[in-house]
């Protein structure tokens, strides 16, 4: 797992620089609609089912208001429409940034 070094707002994306030099840039609304929270893709119980999550992916407009490290692991991010559950692991930003 790779962490990052420094994190910065630049603009309208969050920019991170990783501990092996790749760095990754991220629009707030890719961050927002990326969001690993069960508020934005649900849960699903031991049979499968899936419950909750409103499908949006569009979340035009929102703003990064600031982030915090969660342990050694990932980051939660504050958006302007109050949304701040999801956990971004690491893993799951770099995953994110990678090329199609």
């Known amino acids: ?3 990052p070094v420094n994190i ?3 603009g309208q994306e969050v920019a991170i620089a990783w501990d092996d030099g790749r760095e ?3 629009t ?3 961050l927002r609609a990326a969001s690993p929270s069960a508020a934005n893709i649900g849960e699903r119980d031991i049979l499968g089912n ?3 999550g409103d499908g949006r992916k569009r979340f035009p407009g929102v703003q990064v208001l600031g982030w915090e490290r ?3 692991y990932a980051l939660r991010f504050d958006f302007s429409d109050g949304h701040r559950t999801g956990l ?3 893993d ?3 995953a994110l940034a990678a090329p199609a």
């Open 88 to 90: 971004y692991s690491f």
């Open 24 to 26: 990754s840039y991220y």
């Open 92 to 94: 799951y930003l770099r």
């Open 50 to 52: 899936q419950y909750g």
């Open 70 to 72: 969660v342990g050694n």
């Open 8 to 10: 910065q707002l630049i």
């Open 28 to 30: 707030f609304e890719q």
């Open 1 to 3: 797992m790779h962490l």
